[in-house]
């Protein structure tokens, strides 16, 4: 709240500290001379990131023995006493808003 406040007045400040000098129309020459923009490569590189992150995906996969962790990993929480499953949720429910709290908190300073 505090920073648009802020932006509001150094928006009218900078509107109303000084008017407008006629330069006979060199500004509109000077930017009809410009070349055109650019057209920049987003596409081309949204699909070389999504490939290269594929690729890794796939690598990782592999490199982990085809993803045999995960079973393992559930065929342990399977055998844990249902105790340690709601003190696992709950851990992870206060770190989870622990991290939101912060962030919500930072991001009201800012």
Do not use: C
């Not at 055109?36 to 995906?57: C, E, K, N, V, Y």
């Amino acid at each position: 709240m505090k920073q648009v406040n802020q932006e509001d007045w150094l928006d009218r400040e900078l509107r109303e500290a000084a008017p407008y000098i006629d330069d006979e129309g060199f500004t509109a020459r000077v930017l009809q001379q410009l070349p055109p923009p650019r057209r920049s490569h987003d596409l081309l590189r949204a699909a070389i990131l999504l490939g290269m992150t594929f690729l890794a995906s796939v690598l990782a996969y592999v490199v982990s023995g085809g993803g045999r962790f995960v079973s393992i990993t559930f065929e342990r929480l399977a055998v844990l006493p249902a105790l340690w499953i709601f003190v696992l949720a709950l851990a992870s429910g206060l770190v989870i808003a622990a991290v939101g709290a912060t962030a919500a908190v930072s991001r009201d300073r800012g």
